[in-house]
C-alpha cells in the first residue's frame, strides 16, 4: 500500500479524527455520517452522541466535507473524485476498502486508494517483523512494551536503560483505596458542549421518536474531548493536574469517585485525535520538568504505547477468527438484566456499581470492566464473542479491535491463554481489597455458601471446579486449584451455584 496519495481527498473514518491521518495540513477531507449504524444493534446513547458530535465538529474545519447518506457507496458518489483512505480499524471496514478500491481498479467504482494504517506507535509491517525475529518464542507484551520505549526513545537514562533502573514499575501501582475514602485528586477536564451537541441531541431524540432506533443507557453531559483542541487541552490538565497521582491507586475502586485518577484519554485516542506517541511524550516531559512520581508517569506511558499498542497489533496478527475464540466452551446467552443494564434487580454493590457506571456514563475504569463485569461474564460462562460485541457498544470509547482483544483475549481466556497466562478473575477478597463496596453489601466475601454468599467468591470456586481439567496445566493455577479439596462446603457451593443460574445476584 502506498504510504501517502498527495492530491486526493482523505476519507477518514470517524475514528481517524487527527492531523495525523492526513498527509498535509491543508489536505481536504471527507467525512461520511450514517445513521444506518444505529439501526443495527443498539449502542449506547452517550457513544452515539461522542461520534456525532466528533464528526460534525470536524466538518466545521477548513477543507472538510460531510456527507451524510445511507451507505459510504453512497457518499463515494456524491464526491465524485479520488479519495483516499487510511487502513480503518475493523474486519468490516477494511475489506469494505479493499473492494471499493478493487472495483476502482477494474473501472467499476469511485477511485479509492487504501494506505497503510496510522494511529500506533508501531506500523503493521514493523510489528510482523518484530514477531519474526521472537524466533518461535511467546509474544509478550512486556518484551514489546520495552522494545517500543527503545525505538522511541521513551523513559531512558544516557545509556539507553530505563530512568530508574526498572523498565516496569507495575508493583507500585496496586495500592487499595485510600482509608480516607477519597482520593485527592482535582476532578478531571470537562468539555463545554455547544450548539453542535445540541443539535446532535435533537437528532438523537428525533431517531428514537420517529425512526424506532433504540439506545442503551441514558444521556447526559458530554465528558470526553471531541475536537483536536479540546483532546490537547484534557490531556493538558491530565499531565498538570492528575498524572502523578495516577497509578498508586490506578487499580482502586470507589463508589463515590469513579474518575479516579484516570485519564479519560481512552475516547479522544480512540477518536484518532491524540496521537499514542504525543500522549507518552508530553507525559515523560511534564513528569521529568515536575518531578512527578516515576511510577505514575511509566504506568500511564505503559498504557498508552504498551498495552493499547500490543492489543492492537494483535488484533490483526491473530486474525478475524480470534475474535470467535471460545477455549472454555462458554455458551450461555448475555441474560436481559446484564445486557440490558438493569443495575436495580443486582443486590451485589460492586456489580451494581459497574452497570451503573456504564448505564449512567458509558464509562467505567479497567478494574471495574474486567475484573467485575467480565469476571462475572467468565464465572456464570457467558459467550466471549456476544460479551465482546455488548462491551463495544456499551462502551464510549468500545471499538472492535480494542474490545476484542480485551474482552475475548484477556477477560474471558477464551484464546486459551495467548494474550493473558491465567484467567482474569477472582473472588470476593479481592474485591473487598481494592474497593469500596463490601461494606455495605447484603453479601459477605469471606462466605462461601448461603444466603450471604459473595456471589463472586462462591463463583470464582465453581469456576475452578468447571474447569479444572482445562487449567491444570496452569502454573499460575496450581496452587488455587489445590484449594479446591480443601473445601469441605463444595459439594454445597456448586448446587447453590447450580441454582442461582442466570438470575442476578
Do not use: I
Not at 509478550?140 to 544516557?158: A, T
Not at 483505596?177 to 431524540?205: F, I, K, M, T
Not at 447526559?220 to 498524572?243: D, I, K, M, N, S
Not at 467468565?378 to 476484542?404: H, I, K, N
Amino acid at each position: 500500500m502506498p504510504a501517502r496519495a498527495p492530491g486526493t481527498v482523505r476519507w477518514l473514518f470517524a475514528d481517524q479524527l487527527g492531523p495525523h491521518f492526513l498527509d498535509a495540513p491543508d489536505q481536504r477531507v471527507l467525512l461520511v455520517e450514517s445513521a444506518a449504524v444505529f439501526r443495527r444493534a443498539p449502542v449506547h446513547r452517550r457513544k452515539a452522541h461522542l461520534v456525532l458530535s466528533a464528526l460534525r465538529h470536524r466538518a466545521l474545519e477548513p477543507g472538510a466535507r460531510l456527507v451524510r447518506a445511507c451507505t459510504y457507496r453512497e457518499a463515494l458518489a456524491a464526491l465524485d473524485e479520488p479519495v483516499s483512505v487510511c487502513d480503518p480499524t475493523s474486519w468490516g471496514a477494511r475489506r469494505l476498502v479493499r473492494r471499493l478500491a478493487g472495483e476502482a481498479r477494474s473501472g467499476a467504482g469511485p477511485d479509492v486508494r487504501v494506505l497503510a494504517s496510522r494511529g500506533f506507535v508501531v506500523s503493521e509491517p514493523q510489528f510482523r517483523h518484530w514477531v519474526g525475529g521472537r524466533g518461535g518464542r511467546r509474544l509478550l507484551m512486556e518484551d514489546f512494551y520495552r522494545d517500543v520505549r527503545r525505538h522511541h526513545g521513551l523513559l531512558l537514562d544516557g545509556r539507553g536503560g530505563p530512568v530508574g533502573g526498572t523498565w516496569n514499575l507495575d508493583e507500585l501501582n496496586r495500592e487499595p483505596p485510600p482509608r480516607s475514602g477519597r482520593l485527592d485528586v482535582p476532578d478531571p477536564w470537562w468539555p463545554v458542549e455547544d450548539e453542535v451537541d445540541a443539535q446532535v441531541r435533537e437528532d438523537l431524540d428525533r431517531m428514537v421518536r420517529e425512526e424506532g432506533v433504540r439506545f442503551l443507557g441514558e444521556d447526559g453531559p458530554r465528558r470526553f474531548a471531541v475536537t483536536r483542541a479540546e483532546a490537547l487541552a484534557a490531556l493538558e490538565h491530565f499531565c498538570e493536574h492528575r498524572l502523578d497521582a495516577f497509578g498508586a491507586h490506578e487499580d482502586a475502586v470507589l463508589a463515590g469517585q469513579p474518575w479516579m485518577a484516570h485519564s479519560l484519554l481512552s475516547v479522544p485516542q480512540n477518536l484518532g485525535l491524540l496521537d499514542p506517541l504525543e500522549v507518552a511524550r508530553r507525559a515523560e516531559e511534564h513528569g521529568r520538568a515536575r518531578r512527578l512520581r516515576l511510577a505514575s508517569v511509566e504506568g500511564f506511558v505503559r498504557q498508552v504505547v504498551g498495552w493499547r499498542s500490543w492489543t492492537w497489533h494483535l488484533h490483526w496478527h491473530l486474525g478475524p477468527e480470534h475474535g470467535s475464540s471460545n477455549a472454555l466452551g462458554a455458551h450461555e446467552p448475555l441474560p436481559e438484566w446484564f445486557a440490558g443494564l438493569d443495575d436495580g434487580v443486582v443486590d451485589a454493590n460492586c456489580l451494581a456499581h459497574a452497570l451503573r457506571g456504564v448505564r449512567e456514563e458509558g464509562w467505567v475504569h479497567h478494574v471495574p470492566r474486567l475484573m467485575l463485569l467480565g469476571g462475572w461474564a467468565l464465572q456464570r460462562g457467558y459467550r466471549p464473542d456476544e460479551l465482546a460485541d455488548w462491551f463495544r457498544r456499551s462502551f464510549v470509547d468500545g471499538y472492535e479491535w480494542v474490545m476484542t482483544t480485551n474482552v475475548v483475549g484477556v477477560s474471558q481466556h477464551a484464546d486459551g491463554g495467548v494474550l493473558a497466562t491465567k484467567p482474569y478473575t477472582s473472588g470476593g477478597a479481592y474485591v473487598d481489597r481494592m474497593t469500596d463496596f463490601c461494606g455495605g453489601c447484603r453479601y459477605d466475601p469471606r462466605v462461601r455458601v448461603g444466603e450471604r454468599a459473595c456471589p463472586y467468591t462462591a463463583g470464582y470456586w465453581a469456576f475452578l471446579h468447571a474447569h479444572r481439567e482445562r487449567l491444570a496445566a496452569n502454573p499460575r493455577l496450581r496452587q488455587a486449584l489445590r484449594g479446591l479439596d480443601r473445601l469441605a462446603d463444595l459439594d454445597a457451593l456448586l448446587a447453590q451455584e447450580a441454582v442461582r443460574g442466570a438470575d442476578p445476584p
